[in-house]
């Protein structure tokens, strides 16, 4: 059983992957490093779920699982784009590129 | 859920996840991909007809009510039209199996999203909706499509994050996922405000919303328009519905709670923003696709008012309705404007000179969604304007529903210019790009959903008896 003193640390934690992971995110540095941050993004949610399971109920565990099971699905798809969007270009870097202005 | 419900999405996905896998196979051609499809959708229609009856299975995540049922069989139907109209596109390519197959997966995503009661089922469905459109934006697979692609994944991954997040929070602070939870704490504890702020931060991507916005029209106009039809009509439609039952089943409505005051303003001032952005930057444009896009910011603005009206039963009403005519006239008019691009090669409004003597069917049918998006008396843009704004007033926000009102006589600007240039103009187009002998065939999807858009435009009840049980179960 977690002591509810030590719920802040991991609160702490998992806001600053999030916050990471947005940063890296919007950053938009290279499209390998965006994939990354998304991981970061949904393991924030993840340490959440199973932090607080502990206090809670086992539900939260359960969800981690399907998160984590989202997590790959997204590497997956993320990562096709990612091979689709180097044959194209021949680089990885999205904000080089101005047709739709981003 | 009810059994029949389940089938029916369990049906879809199958045929669509086994299609590509029977096309590698046997090498069928699109034409069998479209009747194995059609039968997966026929399929649907008569399981959701049946399932009133029959047993309730995952009572805790999904339910099965008339909304469900509704608007499940409508989705099946938009998506029906659309995929017959995407093959008529892409008969030539290789890869038309597959994205049938990944429209199909889709709609069933749909179909759980608009049914689920709990942010478990509604994270998975969502993720179930979107995960082949981030493929298919990709489709055509030139520059600006890879773009679109690279550009609607991490958005939409983003807004996932952040619903993802927001539940978690939620989940930390009350041990639950119901939806009912997120109002009884929500004034109390700041970081339960926080996990609402992220859910609707996500919600927002997913709809376009004002600060949200930015991908929307890019994406669209990005990637092939069939695609964008899918995105921009159904998939924002059953947002629509999931984000209906997050805000309607968790907070103590209709009445003088004054848990509903505080959301109500922040509702009416995104929707207010949105819709004006929306239109405003519409007018701007002189690309067809982007003043398509621009105007479905417009009309996520539009239902937000009713979100807005949240303290009167109507503005159940008022979304559903919007809902529905949103799905069929926004799906159709891209539609429209993915065949016009495909046989004549029109983008700009300058390529839209004329179309009217070239296209004589066509072009009516496209003037016929372009009126009911802009929300003229036959059609049921008409009538779900009508519910939005008549429950606004009604919920005391006169000032919301002239802006609303305001709105629409602009949005009619862009519209009538498009209707203009088809009638007004003489032609500058000579000769079509893509030459096909069956041009007639995709008349009859596109007639198809034009007959149910002035259908519901004259039959209501079927909308007002959902709306009307919905609101009694709460």
């Known amino acids: ?102 | 859920m009810n059994v029949n419900f389940l089938t029916a999405v369990m049906v879809l996905a199958l045929t669509g996840a086994f299609l590509p896998v029977i096309n590698r196979i046997f090498r069928i051609t699109g034409l069998a991909g479209v009747a194995i499809s059609s039968v997966g959708y026929v399929a649907g229609i008569l399981l959701i007809a049946i399932s009133d009856s029959g047993n309730e299975i995952l009572n805790n995540f999904f339910v099965t009510d008339e909304v469900s049922r509704l608007i499940g069989v409508l989705i099946i139907l938009a998506s029906w039209m659309l995929m017959s109209v995407l093959y008529w596109i892409l008969n030539k390519d290789k890869y038309v199996n597959e994205i049938i197959g990944a429209v199909l997966i889709s709609t069933a995503g749909a179909l759980l999203l608009i049914s689920s009661t709990n942010f478990v089922s509604l994270i998975i469905s969502m993720e179930l909706m979107t995960m082949p459109t981030y493929l298919m934006v990709l489709f055509v697979f030139d520059d600006r499509a890879i773009e679109a692609g690279i550009k609607y994944f991490f958005n939409g991954t983003l807004a996932v994050g952040m619903l993802l997040f927001g539940v978690s929070l939620l989940y930390a602070m009350t041990g639950s996922f119901e939806f009912s939870v997120l109002a009884q704490k929500l004034f109390k504890d700041p970081l339960v405000m926080l996990a609402a702020v992220f859910i609707l931060a996500g919600f927002g991507f997913k709809i376009t919303a004002f600060p949200f916005h930015f991908w929307g029209p890019d994406v669209y106009d990005g990637t092939c328009p069939g695609v964008a039809a899918l995105l921009t009509g159904i998939s924002k439609s059953a947002a629509f519905i999931a984000l209906m039952r997050v805000v309607f089943e968790s907070l103590p409505l209709f009445g003088e709670g004054g848990m509903s005051h505080q959301l109500t303003i922040i509702f009416a001032i995104i929707a207010a923003i949105t819709m004006t952005v929306g239109n405003l930057l519409a007018l701007a444009q002189r690309r067809v696709s982007r003043i398509l896009a621009y105007s479905s910011v417009a009309h996520a603005g539009y239902t937000l008012v009713a979100f807005a009206a949240l303290s009167t039963p109507l503005s159940v009403t008022g979304i559903l309705y919007h809902s529905v005519a949103y799905m069929f006239m926004k799906t159709a008019a891209f539609l429209c404007f993915a065949v016009l691009l495909f046989v004549w090669g029109a983008k700009t409004m300058d390529d839209y000179k004329g179309l009217g003597k070239r296209e004589p069917i066509l072009a009516a049918l496209f003037l016929v969604f372009l009126l009911s998006l802009a929300g003229v008396p036959p059609m049921a843009g008409f009538i779900s304007k009508v519910f939005v704004f008549t429950a606004a007033v009604k919920a005391g926000m006169l000032w919301l529903a002239l802006i609303g009102l305001l709105n629409s006589a602009f949005s009619v600007a862009y519209y009538i210019w498009i209707a203009k240039q088809m009638y007004l103009e003489e032609p500058t187009l000579e000769k079509p790009v893509n030459d096909r002998k069956d041009r007639n065939l995709v008349l009859i999807p596109l007639g198809l959903m034009a007959a149910i858009l002035i259908l519901f435009g004259i039959w209501v009840n079927p909308v007002l008896n959902a709306a009307g049980q919905f609101v009694s179960g709460l």
């Not at chain 1, 994939?35 to 959440?48: D, H, Q, T």
């Not at chain 1, 990885?92 to 739709?100: A, D, E, G, M, Y």
């Open chain 1, 1 to 102: 059983m977690l002591l509810a003193a030590d719920v802040h640390y991991y609160l702490f934690l998992s806001f600053s992957l999030f916050a990471v992971g947005v940063y890296g995110l919007l950053s938009r540095k290279s499209v390998i490093r965006m994939l990354f941050s998304v991981e970061m993004i949904i393991n924030a949610a993840n340490i959440n779920f199973v932090i607080f399971s502990a206090q809670r109920n086992v539900h939260g565990e359960i969800f981690a699982f399907f998160t984590i099971g989202l997590a790959a699905l997204e590497a997956a798809i993320g990562l096709a784009i990612v091979i689709v969007f180097y044959k194209r270009f021949g680089e990885v870097i999205p904000s080089k590129i101005r047709n739709l202005r981003w």
